[in-house]
């Protein structure tokens, strides 16, 4: 099995996307290698040499199709739209749907009838409450 030496600093970024305690570095390499063949749609690594050794750059989707969305565990949204509106992490896409849902489908209570997401319209009353995505609009 061949050796490579990680300078600290990609060491360092590795670490970042780890699950503590659970992943090693090949795991996290692993994981990116996935996620990578997954979005420019290549299997295994002989795709990604046959690309290198013709001079092609890899393509990397800036969309998902619905129908085949690869897992997001462990992905971070650096910025997104939804609907035309801009969403710069999970929570405020997370939030852009559902208010688009809400627009969509007129009321927060459709909405709640097809979504697993614990919905609040407008402030909530208690600490316990609190733990959910509030919808600002009128029902």
Same mark, same amino acid.
């Given at each position: 099995?061949?050796?490579?030496?990680?300078?600290?600093? &990609?060491?360092?970024? &590795?670490?970042k =996307?780890?699950?503590? %305690?659970?992943?090693t570095?090949?795991?996290?390499? $692993?994981?990116? %290698?996935?996620?990578?063949? +997954?979005?420019?749609g290549? +299997?295994?690594?002989?795709a990604?040499q046959? $690309?290198? !050794?013709?001079?092609?750059?890899?393509? =990397?989707?800036?969309? &998902?199709?619905?129908? #085949?969305?690869?897992?997001?565990?462990h992905?971070?949204?650096? +910025?997104? $739209?939804?609907a /035309?509106?801009?969403?710069?992490?999970?929570?405020? &896409?997370v939030?852009?749907?559902?208010?688009?849902?809400?627009?969509?489908?007129?009321?927060? $209570?459709a909405?709640? !009838?097809?979504s #697993? +997401?614990? %919905?609040? =319209?407008?402030?909530?009353?208690?600490?316990?409450?609190?733990? /959910?995505y509030?919808v600002?609009c009128?029902?």
């Amino acid at each position: 099995m061949p050796a490579i030496v990680i300078p600290d600093s &990609l060491f360092a970024r &590795l670490q970042k =996307l780890a699950v503590p %305690l659970v992943d090693t570095p090949v795991t996290v390499i $692993e994981r990116l %290698l996935s996620s990578y063949e +997954a979005q420019t749609g290549q +299997a295994g690594t002989a795709a990604g040499q046959t $690309e290198r !050794r013709e001079g092609r750059k890899p393509q =990397l989707q800036s969309e &998902l199709d619905p129908r #085949t969305v690869p897992s997001l565990k462990h992905t971070r949204i650096l +910025a997104a $739209e939804f609907a /035309g509106r801009k969403a710069d992490g999970w929570n405020s &896409l997370v939030h852009v749907a559902h208010m688009e849902a809400v627009r969509r489908l007129g009321s927060v $209570e459709a909405v709640r !009838r097809i979504s #697993t +997401a614990k %919905l609040i =319209l407008g402030r909530a009353s208690s600490e316990r409450a609190k733990a /959910g995505y509030r919808v600002r609009c009128r029902d």
